[in-house]
């Protein structure tokens, strides 16, 4: 065997190569430091995006292929890009999504399929959904299952669509007549029928053909996914517009590689053991590679420099998975997929006592890991294998964990547990066991005293009880352990326990060696959870208005999004001579600058400048409404995260390099850090109490009708929006800095123009900015995001060169502030039926350290929150259902909600360690902004000579559909097709009036149980702004069109040319009859009303808190929708939101309550540690209606504007949790 001392292997190492959607590309030395979603975006490929870089958005999804020589075949996977070092994709193909098909020569039925459900809102996400499914069906030579298909898209989140229109657009795949991705139908239709790959259902759609936006025809779906064939190369499926897997891969031979990378990086990628022996002797601190998810982590979020690294994929000694007669022999570099395949079909081979479970982790824990992240590994020593033995007979073995989210990657605490029993006597005793619990120690913890308590004692409710107890001693957890919720996790230690002793308890059932018997009730501690496919029904009534109005359209936009075509900020190709900036960021919640040394920055590679407070050309102060915020902090710093300057160097790595190197010198200062804390310090912004009066409460209070009165607290916990795309802009100057134009992903270009006019000292006039649409915005881009375009424009306007800011996941939910956090603190008196007779309600805003939009957030909370909160109080202590004070209150019955709480007390009783609930929650939502000079709009009409008609307006297409539904509302103005109608972008030299709300429905249903600040009226204002400017240009028209009968619009529009008619029109529109006067609390704050209910039943475990949505009816009032299926689409994301930020997202700052923190930090900055909802937590039946036949008149086309496992299980007290708390111990349930 070689060395790398005597082999010539890794001399000749460099010659490397990978195929991109069939295109051969060498990859020169020089790269081992870009991970394959650089690589690809750098050549342009930037439909695979950066959504976190950290492996946990799935939006960088891409399909790999590579050639098994020992199999013989090739093998498909999807592969996070972000984390995939380039190298290791040497002699591999990677598909894009650009690979699949594109707008122009047709889609993929994958695309196809997703756009015509409405799957893609925002487009962000769309990409990655796309590219785990099509790695699913490359890699199945059967149609997978409904199950198969959710199970892949597990890692993929999605902020927007609330999964279920995603689900179904590729629910179709699953069916056993595959013919749309096949070709060979396995039901005949009769007629020869085709099926559509929207419905799976007959459909009649691939007859017709359609014209395009571009006005050429197009073919339809039955063209688009006719040609099929099947690969005898690889063994799988593939249209003829697929890629076939490159001959060239498949005869090639693999050589060693020996590849370099920025800073002195090297990457080796040897063939055999003795290889990396060598290296590991040479490079002692060499780092071995297999999937990266770690090491990739650690050197891009944690910031550690390794300077070798060598990838051992390659190493058959490492790849083994070998079944034998003992157990199974593990390679270390064996992919987890591999190993469940093998072990799925050992299961299936293998004697049941063999295969009673299989955890890996558990059978190495007990000696393996010895500290935090060191393990018994000596220098120069690897991992060869690990071996798993089958378990014999009447020996036992369960993993438990519990994480934030069912799917999630860490887990809260997880357990290995395995007994093994003997028959002595007449009973079975424990003659071995391993008790083996993470996330309750800085390493793997076994519990030795209880196993030492187990070895010996009969399996019955005495050694239940006696090691429930010495558990406690085994697990010690400070108040103080880093990850908090340290009761919570105590207690899951002895609730896996429990469980796990009713688990071996009934597979013994029936066995002589025990006596007792499990109450039925009691088996539901151990059911395992099983998760239906999503079933959702969407129900609604199509009123058409003309040819698209009222029309269920779908997103214009979603044929680019499906494809990757569509262009979001950070794709902007960066001007020649451009430069990226990195923001210096301050450490601390509160200090004084004492010293900033950039020395190190300028030193840095590829620095091109530093800028701080000094720099900055004309005022530093920046703000929406108040100045009360530096773009560069001068003096003072008052938040961890507040930018202190900007550093611009040729490439992104090296801007944040540099400005890593940037050494800041503070004194501290006293720092508030909580909205409790705040209340305490009487710390408030000033001038920005509000008051709303009606009656004399403290009369009511007085004057004895009210027979209880209750005070209560809440606090309302705050939430990041998660947009997928982050925030970015692209800055450029013209004419040596006399103009200054940027593309930025904003709500507000207005704002963004107005910001960088501001700080460059330059007029209004002379800045431009421009938005095509945004990966998703929720609030997140109306203000947050003006201060990232004027922290590039200093640089750019001062060096005159273009300048890309983009932020990475951490720093974007680090300093863009979040969605508030509030207290309320009430006192409601009442009648003994619950007729609510005074309200005294104070509300609290954490509006952070800038005042920024929080006072119209604050004006909007108060009228939309809290009330939940009082009105179960008050259900609760008339022991009455929150129902039926609703209804004694505001005249709502709801049947449904009362037969189905029968039916949850059914269950209940009968379940003892599971529990159903059911609730209904009914809403009433203020149709726009409480701020009334932002209720304008305007809007630019142009009609061509063609026919075709150009439409801008205000509104930014942020995935909610606003440029859809506005392009409808102006094809049905001129009785002209939707798809003559286009909207380019919004841009703030087109139009002045560019105040950006979330759409009607989105903003209205999280509204349903969100605090966010935004109004919902964006389709009806820039709507009834185009129809303005089309009914001016009809009524120019008009003169022209009764004297002629035109054929055709751009006839009419054509012979208006010749006859010198204005084709062009402004439209504006103000939202009338809003008034509302803050100082009396009189007049009217919104235009008008939407209401609506949703109904929800959910299942938790009360042992570990684990829970689920089962079932979910919304209902809404949204008159005659502009555009149903968008609106459907909107209500069911917005749920989906709202569930997360109840059920799942908890932000943990560096305060009070978790000290474990450092002082104003956050900790939760990146989707491994803060839990959006993935598509497990859709509920299992999903079903919205809109209601039918009630027109809204005071909107354009009588439109309307339309506790996380912790908590859940610690307000479940039973005698596992009785001894973690303290008597005083009240469940932090409320939302
Ligand atoms: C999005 C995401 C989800 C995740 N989900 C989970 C989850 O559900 N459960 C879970 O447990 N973890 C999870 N993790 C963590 C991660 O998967 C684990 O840390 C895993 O062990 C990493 O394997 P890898 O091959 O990708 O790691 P790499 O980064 O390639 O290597 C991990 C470490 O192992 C060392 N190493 C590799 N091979 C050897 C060897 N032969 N001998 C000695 N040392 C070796 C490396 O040097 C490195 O220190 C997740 C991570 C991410 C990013
Ligand atoms: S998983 Fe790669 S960008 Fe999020
Ligand atoms: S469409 Fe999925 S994140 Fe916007």
Request: aromatic share 8%.
């Amino acid at each position: 065997m070689g060395s790398l001392k005597d082999q010539e292997e890794l001399e000749e190492s460099n010659d490397a190569i990978l195929y991109v959607n069939g295109t051969r590309r060498v990859l020169p030395d020089g790269l081992a430091h870009l991970t394959l979603l650089e690589y690809l975006r750098d050549i342009g490929l930037t439909g695979t995006k950066l959504g976190c870089g950290e492996g946990g958005c799935g939006a960088c999804t891409v399909m790999v292929s590579h050639y098994d020589k020992q199999l013989k075949k090739c093998l498909h996977y999807a592969v996070n890009a972000c984390l995939a070092p380039l190298y290791s994709l040497e002699g591999m193909h990677v598909i894009t999504v650009e690979g699949l098909g594109n707008n122009k020569q047709g889609l993929h039925p994958i695309q196809e399929s997703l756009a015509q459900s409405h799957g893609s809102q925002c487009g962000f996400c769309t990409p990655g959904f796309i590219m785990s499914v099509y790695a699913l069906l490359r890699s199945s030579q059967m149609p997978p299952s409904e199950e198969q298909i959710e199970e892949c898209l597990a890692g993929n989140l999605c902020r927007c669509t609330g999964y279920r229109p995603i689900v179904d657009a590729f629910r179709v795949f699953a069916k056993t007549d595959d013919k749309p991705y096949t070709g060979i139908s396995s039901v005949s239709l009769e007629g020869g029928e085709f099926v559509c790959p929207s419905t799976g259902k007959p459909c009649s759609c691939g007859l017709k053909s359609e014209i395009s936006s571009n006005g050429h025809e197009r073919s339809t779906c039955e063209e688009r996914y006719a040609p099929v064939s099947y690969s005898e190369i690889d063994g799988s499926k593939y249209t003829d517009k697929e890629f076939i897997f490159p001959p060239e891969l498949v005869s090639r031979k693999s050589t060693c590689l020996n590849m370099n990378g920025f800073s002195g990086l090297k990457w080796f990628r040897p063939l055999r053991l003795e290889q990396v022996l060598d290296l590991k002797e040479k490079y002692p601190d060499a780092k071995l590679l297999v999937g990266n998810t770690e090491v990739g982590i650690e050197m891009r979020l944690k910031k550690i420099q390794y300077r070798v690294l060598i990838s051992v994929t390659h190493v058959p000694e490492l790849g083994i998975l070998n079944v034998k007669d003992d157990g199974l022999e593990i390679g270390s570099a064996v992919r987890l997929s591999e190993l469940l395949k093998v072990l799925r079909k050992v299961i299936t081979e293998r004697a049941a006592h063999e295969t009673s479970s299989w955890n890996i982790r558990t059978t190495a824990a007990e000696n393996f890991f010895l500290g935090y992240r060191k393990v018994d590994l000596g220098s120069g020593e690897i991992l060869l294998s690990v071996f798993l033995p089958w378990t014999r007979p009447f020996e036992y073995l369960r993993e438990f964990k519990q994480a934030h989210r069912r799917d999630d990657d860490i887990a809260i605490v997880n357990a290995g547990i395995r007994v093994h029993l003997e028959e002595r006597g007449k009973n079975r005793v424990v003659s071995d066991a391993s008790i083996v619990y993470g996330g309750v120690a800085p390493l793997s913890l076994s519990a030795t005293r209880t196993k030492g308590f187990l070895i010996g004692k009969s399996w019955n409710q005495e050694l239940l009880q006696g090691a429930l107890k010495i558990l406690q001693q085994d697990v010690l957890l400070s108040d103080s352990a880093p990850g908090g919720m340290v009761e919570f996790r105590k207690s899951l230690t002895v609730s896996f326990f429990f469980k796990f002793f009713l688990w071996v308890s009934h597979q013994l059932e029936g066995d002589k060696g025990l006596k007792e018997r499990i109450p039925l009730s009691h088996l539901s501690a151990i059911q395992p959870f099983h998760r239906p496919p999503v079933i959702g029904t969407q129900d609604y009534e199509i009123t058409k208005h003309g040819t698209a109005v009222g029309s269920p359209e779908v997103h214009l936009s979603a044929r680019l999004q499906v494809s990757g075509e569509a262009e979001y900020a950070d794709d902007t190709p960066l001007p020649h001579n451009g430069l990226h900036g990195a923001l210096i960021l301050s450490k601390k919640p509160h200090a004084r600058i004492l010293s900033v040394d950039d020395s190190g920055a300028k030193l840095s590679p590829g620095f091109a400048g530093i800028f701080f407070a000094k720099d900055v050309p004309a005022d530093n102060k920046i703000g929406p409404v108040v100045y009360d915020e530096e773009l560069f902090a001068s003096e003072f710093v008052t938040c961890v995260g507040q930018v202190l300057g900007v550093v611009v160097a040729d490439t992104h790595e090296k801007a944040k390099l540099a400005a890593a190197k940037v050494k800041v010198e503070y004194k501290d200062l006293p720092a508030i850090l909580s909205i409790q804390d705040a209340i305490n310090a009487n710390s408030f912004h000033p001038n920005t109490e509000r008051r709303f009066r009606k009656g004399d409460v403290d009369l009511c209070f007085q004057s004895c009708q009210c027979d209880k009165v209750i005070e209560g607290e809440v606090l309302v916990g705050g939430q990041e929006h998660f947009y997928l795309e982050p925030h970015s802009s692209v800055i450029w100057t013209m004419d040596g800095g006399n103009e200054v134009h940027m593309i930025s992903s904003t709500q507000a270009p207005q704002k963004h123009q107005k910001y960088v006019s501001h700080v460059l000292g330059l007029p209004m006039s002379k800045v431009v900015c421009k938005t095509k649409r945004i990966g998703g915005g929720f609030g997140g881009k109306e203000t947050r995001s003006a201060f990232i375009a004027a922290a590039a424009s200093v640089p750019s306007y001062l060096l005159n060169r273009p300048v890309k800011i983009t932020l990475d996941r951490d720093t974007d939910m680090m300093i863009t502030g979040q969605r508030h956090s509030f207290i309320g603190k009430y006192k409601v008196g009442f009648t003994n039926e619950g007729k609510v007779l005074a309200l005294d309600l104070h509300i609290y805003n954490n509006a952070g350290n800038s005042l920024d939009l929080s006072l119209p957030v604050l004006e909007r909370a108060m009228h939309d929150i809290i009330t939940e909160n009082w009105i179960q109080r008050i259900a609760v202590e008339l022991k009455k259902s929150p129902e039926e004070i609703r209804e004694i209150n505001f005249k709502v019955k709801d049947q449904y909600c009362i037969m189905a709480r029968n039916e949850v007390c059914q269950f209940n009783a009968h379940n003892r360690w599971r529990k159903r609930g059911v609730a209904m929650v009914p809403t009433k939502f203020g149709i726009s902004f409480t701020l009334k000079l932002m209720n304008q709009a305007g809007a630019l009409v142009h009609v061509y000579t063609d026919g075709t008609v150009l439409v801008t307006h205000g509104g930014v297409e942020m995935g909610q559909g606003l440029h859809t539904k506005v392009a409808q509302v102006a094809a049905s103005a001129f009785n002209i097709p939707l798809s003559s109608v286009f909207i380019s972008e919004t841009s703030t030299d087109k139009l002045i009036s560019l105040c950006n709300f979330l759409s009607p429905v989105c903003c209205q249903f999280r509204f349903l149980i969100l605090p966010q600040p935004a109004a919902s009226a964006s389709s009806d204002m820039y709507g009834a702004a185009v129809l303005d400017a089309c009914e001016q240009i009809k009524a120019r028209m008009e003169p022209i069109a009764s004297q002629h009968n035109f054929t055709s619009f751009a006839e009419l529009a054509n012979a208006c040319y010749v006859a010198r008619i204005d084709l062009s029109a402004h439209g504006f529109y103000i939202v009338p009859e809003i008034d509302f006067d803050w100082t009396t609390g009189k007049g009217n704050p919104f235009r008008y009303y939407t209401y609506g209910a949703a109904f929800a039943e959910v299942e938790i475990d009360t042992l570990t808190g684990d829970f689920h949505t089962r079932v979910a009816n919304i209902f809404l009032d949204l008159g005659y929708s502009l555009n149903p299926a968008i609106d459907v689409g909107q209500i069911e994301g917005a749920f989906i939101q709202g569930l997360g930020w109840v059920a799942l997202e908890e932000l943990k700052w560096g305060d009070p309550a978790h000290k474990w923190i450092s002082p104003g930090s956050l900790y939760t900055c990146g989707p491994g540690s803060y839990k959006i909802p993935s598509i497990n937590d859709v509920p299992f039946k999903f079903n919205v209606s809109l209601l039918k036949g009630h027109p809204n008149v005071k909107a354009i086309h009588s439109s309307k504007a339309v506790a996380t496992p912790e908590r859940i299980r610690m307000a479940c007290l039973d005698e596992f949790t009785a001894s973690f708390v303290s008597s005083g111990f009240r469940a932090k349930l409320s939302v």
